[in-house]
């Protein structure tokens, strides 16, 4: 039974950063992909950054440069979001999902394409 758990995040001033972390057990996969994503209130939760066995990462576009996903290099148990450079259109719930991948991570970073999920974690970020 895999659970995933997020910490960290809360709040912080644009421009500034916060940090997350999911920690995974109960998975068996070999292969598999880890990604972050963002639910802010009345929006879709969209996909912000993922990771394959192989520790290649991906991101979307609003978060290139200032976001950067990576995973303990030890048991890889757990994934980690470091933010920088917050803006207030980053806050949201953000939420560590997993799914089998035997060919990499899903070309598209849709909720549907990952099956486990965290309950996430608030990040607010204040002007």
């Known amino acids: 039974h895999v659970q995933l758990v997020e910490s960290g995040g809360g709040s912080a001033l644009a421009g500034g950063s916060l940090k997350l972390s999911c920690a995974a057990s109960g998975s068996s996969f070999t292969t598999y992909c880890m990604a972050w994503f963002r639910q802010a209130p009345g929006k879709e939760r969209e996909g912000v950054a993922d990771?394959?066995?192989?520790?290649?990462?991906?991101y979307a576009d609003s978060v290139k440069g200032r976001f950067t996903i990576s995973k303990e290099k030890a048991a890889e148990t757990t994934l980690y979001l470091p933010m920088h450079s917050l803006k207030p259109e980053d806050a949201g719930m953000y939420y560590c999902a997993e799914t089998t991948a035997i060919y990499g991570c899903p070309a598209e970073r849709r909720p549907a394409n990952f099956k486990y999920w965290g309950r996430g974690n608030q990040v607010t970020v204040s002007s």
């Open positions: 990771i394959n066995t192989y520790g290649a990462p991906s």
